[in-house]
């Protein structure tokens, strides 16, 4: 693989509780913490919890095995939201791995310390407030 360049334009916010309607396609999706104002109808991103790849996002987060540890990581008004990026089943492992590595997300652990990958340039764009927008990551 050779140096490549990636524009993500993430999707969201679907809350864990409409988590259901997620898209169905292969992806990247971020678990952040969130708060809902009810009254508004607005929600407020908070922390960046975990990020993940799929060739079914839907599917994948729909009972997920690290649920519960997502859930840990939340303050008292606190819930989850989601928000997903398509990507082609080539380059989703690729373009998770480069967000992990730039982004430090609380739960993951695979690729924190370590990039296997040529060298990745993401240019994010759309619904996601806490990940960093345009990144580069070496192999490492």
Request: charged share 30%; net charge neutral; aromatic share 12%.
């Amino acid at each position: 693989m050779a140096e490549k360049s990636f524009n993500q334009e993430f999707k969201g916010y679907w809350r864990e509780v409409n988590k259901s309607s997620v898209p169905v396609y292969s992806g990247v999706y971020v678990v952040q913490s969130c708060t809902y104002n009810k009254k508004e109808g607005t929600v407020l991103l908070k922390k960046l919890i975990y990020i993940g790849k799929a060739n079914n996002i839907n599917e994948r987060i729909k009972d997920h095995e690290k649920l519960d540890d997502w859930k840990r990581e939340l303050k008292f008004d606190e819930e989850l939201c989601y928000s997903t990026t398509e990507i082609s089943t080539l380059y989703n492992e690729r373009v998770e791995a480069a967000l992990i590595n730039s982004n430090q997300p609380i739960v993951n652990t695979e690729y924190k310390d370590s990039f296997p990958f040529d060298t990745t340039h993401i240019n994010s764009s759309g619904s996601y407030s806490t990940l960093k927008e345009n990144i580069t990551v070496r192999r490492h």
